[in-house]
Protein backbone atom coordinates (compact mmCIF):
# COMPACT_ATOMS: atom_id res chain seq x y z
CA UNK A 1 0.00 0.00 0.00
CA UNK A 2 1.54 3.47 -0.57
CA UNK A 3 1.35 6.53 1.25
CA UNK A 4 -2.12 7.86 -1.14
CA UNK A 5 -4.09 4.73 -0.43
CA UNK A 6 -2.47 4.86 3.44
CA UNK A 7 -4.00 8.30 4.14
CA UNK A 8 -7.36 7.66 1.55
CA UNK A 9 -7.79 4.82 3.77
CA UNK A 10 -7.94 6.83 6.79
CA UNK A 11 -10.18 8.92 4.69
CA UNK A 12 -12.92 6.37 4.36
CA UNK A 13 -12.48 5.64 7.94
CA UNK A 14 -13.51 9.09 8.58
CA UNK A 15 -16.03 8.52 6.08
CA UNK A 16 -17.89 5.30 7.93
CA UNK A 17 -18.32 7.56 10.96
CA UNK A 18 -20.77 9.77 8.74
CA UNK A 19 -22.28 6.54 7.50
CA UNK A 20 -22.79 5.37 11.29
CA UNK A 21 -24.66 8.61 11.67
CA UNK A 22 -26.84 8.23 8.94
CA UNK A 23 -24.90 11.27 6.89
CA UNK A 24 -23.62 10.31 3.47
CA UNK A 25 -20.38 8.76 3.89
CA UNK A 26 -17.81 11.35 2.49
CA UNK A 27 -14.70 11.68 4.94
CA UNK A 28 -11.41 13.90 4.65
CA UNK A 29 -8.02 13.92 6.52
CA UNK A 30 -4.93 16.40 6.06
CA UNK A 31 -1.63 15.40 5.99
CA UNK A 32 1.56 17.33 6.95
CA UNK A 33 4.91 16.64 6.90
CA UNK A 34 3.67 12.56 6.36
CA UNK A 35 1.46 12.85 9.17
CA UNK A 36 -2.27 13.60 9.90
CA UNK A 37 -2.97 16.56 11.52
CA UNK A 38 -6.79 16.98 10.58
CA UNK A 39 -9.70 14.70 10.06
CA UNK A 40 -13.99 15.35 9.12
CA UNK A 41 -16.50 13.70 7.98
CA UNK A 42 -20.01 14.74 6.94
CA UNK A 43 -22.24 16.74 9.59
CA UNK A 44 -24.50 18.43 7.65
CA UNK A 45 -28.07 16.52 9.16
CA UNK A 46 -27.10 15.95 12.64
CA UNK A 47 -25.58 19.63 12.95
CA UNK A 48 -28.35 21.26 10.48
CA UNK A 49 -25.49 22.90 9.11
CA UNK A 50 -25.00 23.45 5.55
CA UNK A 51 -21.16 24.29 5.95
CA UNK A 52 -20.47 20.80 8.13
CA UNK A 53 -19.11 19.27 5.62
CA UNK A 54 -15.63 16.54 5.75
CA UNK A 55 -13.20 18.89 3.80
CA UNK A 56 -14.39 22.42 5.80
CA UNK A 57 -14.50 20.83 9.23
CA UNK A 58 -10.98 19.38 8.54
CA UNK A 59 -9.27 22.81 7.36
CA UNK A 60 -10.66 24.60 10.41
CA UNK A 61 -9.04 21.79 12.59
CA UNK A 62 -5.75 21.55 10.64
CA UNK A 63 -5.42 25.52 11.03
CA UNK A 64 -6.33 25.29 14.37
CA UNK A 65 -3.33 22.83 14.70
CA UNK A 66 -0.59 24.45 12.76
CA UNK A 67 -1.73 28.23 14.00
CA UNK A 68 -2.35 29.68 10.54
CA UNK A 69 -5.20 29.99 8.06
CA UNK A 70 -2.55 29.39 5.51
CA UNK A 71 -2.56 25.52 4.88
CA UNK A 72 0.74 25.44 2.44
CA UNK A 73 2.51 22.07 2.93
CA UNK A 74 -0.90 20.06 3.21
CA UNK A 75 -2.46 17.52 1.34
CA UNK A 76 -5.99 16.86 1.57
CA UNK A 77 -7.11 13.49 1.42
CA UNK A 78 -10.97 13.16 0.41
CA UNK A 79 -13.63 10.50 -0.50
CA UNK A 80 -15.35 12.33 -3.00
CA UNK A 81 -14.66 15.28 -4.97
CA UNK A 82 -15.50 18.58 -3.16
CA UNK A 83 -18.17 20.85 -3.79
CA UNK A 84 -17.55 24.03 -5.39
CA UNK A 85 -17.79 25.47 -1.14
CA UNK A 86 -15.49 23.25 -0.20
CA UNK A 87 -13.10 23.57 -3.93
CA UNK A 88 -13.41 27.44 -2.80
CA UNK A 89 -11.99 26.95 0.84
CA UNK A 90 -9.20 24.68 -0.27
CA UNK A 91 -8.17 27.10 -2.45
CA UNK A 92 -8.61 30.09 -0.08
CA UNK A 93 -6.74 27.77 2.77
CA UNK A 94 -3.57 27.54 -0.20
CA UNK A 95 -3.70 23.85 0.71
CA UNK A 96 -0.79 22.44 -2.22
CA UNK A 97 -2.74 18.85 -3.44
CA UNK A 98 -5.71 17.83 -3.29
CA UNK A 99 -6.29 13.51 -3.76
CA UNK A 100 -9.64 12.37 -4.33
CA UNK A 101 -11.37 8.79 -3.98
CA UNK A 102 -14.48 9.26 -6.42
CA UNK A 103 -15.77 11.92 -8.47
CA UNK A 104 -18.89 13.01 -8.42
CA UNK A 105 -20.20 14.19 -11.90
CA UNK A 106 -23.40 16.14 -10.71
CA UNK A 107 -21.46 18.62 -8.05
CA UNK A 108 -17.89 17.95 -8.26
CA UNK A 109 -15.87 21.17 -8.76
CA UNK A 110 -12.28 19.32 -8.98
CA UNK A 111 -12.63 18.61 -12.74
CA UNK A 112 -15.83 17.26 -13.31
CA UNK A 113 -18.92 20.07 -13.30
CA UNK A 114 -15.94 22.62 -12.91
CA UNK A 115 -12.34 22.85 -11.64
CA UNK A 116 -12.06 25.52 -9.03
CA UNK A 117 -9.18 24.11 -7.79
CA UNK A 118 -7.05 25.02 -10.91
CA UNK A 119 -8.55 28.38 -12.57
CA UNK A 120 -5.30 30.21 -13.44
CA UNK A 121 -6.39 33.58 -13.05
CA UNK A 122 -6.65 33.13 -9.36
CA UNK A 123 -3.48 33.40 -6.72
CA UNK A 124 -3.55 30.19 -5.93
CA UNK A 125 -3.91 26.20 -7.95
CA UNK A 126 -4.41 23.06 -5.87
CA UNK A 127 -2.22 19.96 -7.34
CA UNK A 128 -4.97 17.32 -7.90
CA UNK A 129 -5.06 13.49 -8.08
CA UNK A 130 -8.15 11.46 -8.53
CA UNK A 131 -8.53 7.98 -8.64
CA UNK A 132 -7.25 6.71 -5.58
CA UNK A 133 -9.00 3.85 -3.76
CA UNK A 134 -12.17 5.13 -6.79
CA UNK A 135 -13.96 1.70 -6.36
CA UNK A 136 -14.09 1.48 -2.44
CA UNK A 137 -14.80 4.98 -1.85
CA UNK A 138 -17.97 4.39 -4.74
CA UNK A 139 -19.20 1.73 -3.85
CA UNK A 140 -19.50 3.07 -0.24
CA UNK A 141 -21.24 6.07 -1.64
CA UNK A 142 -24.00 4.06 -3.89
CA UNK A 143 -24.56 1.55 -1.03
CA UNK A 144 -25.56 4.60 1.10
CA UNK A 145 -27.78 5.59 -1.43
CA UNK A 146 -29.40 2.16 -2.49
CA UNK A 147 -30.07 1.65 1.37
CA UNK A 148 -31.54 4.87 1.78
CA UNK A 149 -33.76 4.51 -0.96
CA UNK A 150 -34.63 0.90 0.10
CA UNK A 151 -35.66 3.03 3.53
CA UNK A 152 -37.66 5.52 2.03
CA UNK A 153 -39.57 2.33 -0.23
CA UNK A 154 -40.31 0.69 3.62
CA UNK A 155 -41.62 3.73 4.48
CA UNK A 156 -43.48 4.87 2.02
CA UNK A 157 -45.61 1.29 2.17
CA UNK A 158 -45.77 1.34 5.87
CA UNK A 159 -47.39 4.86 5.58
CA UNK A 160 -49.65 3.24 3.01
CA UNK A 161 -50.48 0.20 4.65
CA UNK A 162 -51.36 1.89 8.24
Not at 39 to 60: Q, V
Not at 76 to 101: F, H, N, S, W
Not at 134 to 158: A, H, I, V, W
Request: with cysteine; hydrophobic share 35%; aromatic share 4%.
Amino acid sequence: MNQEEKFMKAAIREAKKAEKIQEVPIGCVIVSEGKIIARGYNRRNIDKNTLAHAELSAIKKASKKLGDWRLEGCTMYVTLEPCQMCAGAIVQARMDKVVIGSRNPKAGCAGSVLNVLQIPAFNHQVELESGVLEEECSTMLSEFFKNLREQKKKSDKNLRNS
